[in-house]
């Protein structure tokens, strides 16, 4: 497996003073909104003997349920995934006893993902999309056409 990126200019401020550079950025190759619920049933069901209807009531449920235990203030971890959490804030105040109910809010909902997940995705090599895919022709320089042409005999 590869992770596809493109190579966009932005600007860097870090010095203080503005420099233009290239960077990768994460292409996603995807339809808005990803791998829906039925790819994902059908994909766990070929890799499980559980069928894909089955899967897919489990995956509907899903959604409802985590919401359900992070409002009781719990954390909900799925082994090898990752866990959804809640941060709650509120305005300061000079005592305790000011910190009152309607005055604290969510402040965010976040998925820390698994170590072991993240590990592995280091891992998998990131794949420069062909400049000539999303550059206009009259942008393409030889030094790109020739990273194009490098990187094609790589991959044979």
């Excluded at 985590?66 to 090898?80: A, F, Y």
């Excluded at 005592?95 to 109910?101: G, I, K, T, Y």
């Excluded at 280091?122 to 420069?128: A, L, N, S, Y």
């Excluded at 000539?132 to 194009?148: G, K, L, N, V």
Aim: hydrophobic share 35%.
């Amino acid at each position: 497996m590869t992770i596809p990126y493109l190579v966009r200019k932005k600007a860097d401020l870090s010095s203080g003073k503005r420099r233009e550079q290239w960077y990768a950025v994460q292409k996603k190759l995807q339809e808005r909104g990803g791998v829906n619920i039925e790819k994902l049933a059908e994909l766990l069901s070929k890799r499980s003997h559980f069928p894909q209807g089955m899967i897919m009531g489990i995956l509907s449920e899903l959604g409802d349920t985590v919401e359900d235990i992070l409002s009781m203030g719990q954390s909900v971890t799925i082994p090898n995934l990752g866990t959804f959490q809640t941060a709650l804030t509120s305005p300061g105040f000079d005592r305790p006893e000011q910190v009152m109910p309607g005055k604290v809010r969510l402040s965010r909902v976040f998925f820390v993902a698994d170590r072991k997940l993240t590990a592995r995705l280091k891992e998998v090599q990131p794949f420069r999309i062909p400049f000539s895919m999303y550059f206009p022709e009259s942008e393409i320089t030889p030094a790109m056409c020739r990273a194009d042409k490098g990187q094609k005999a790589e991959e044979e």
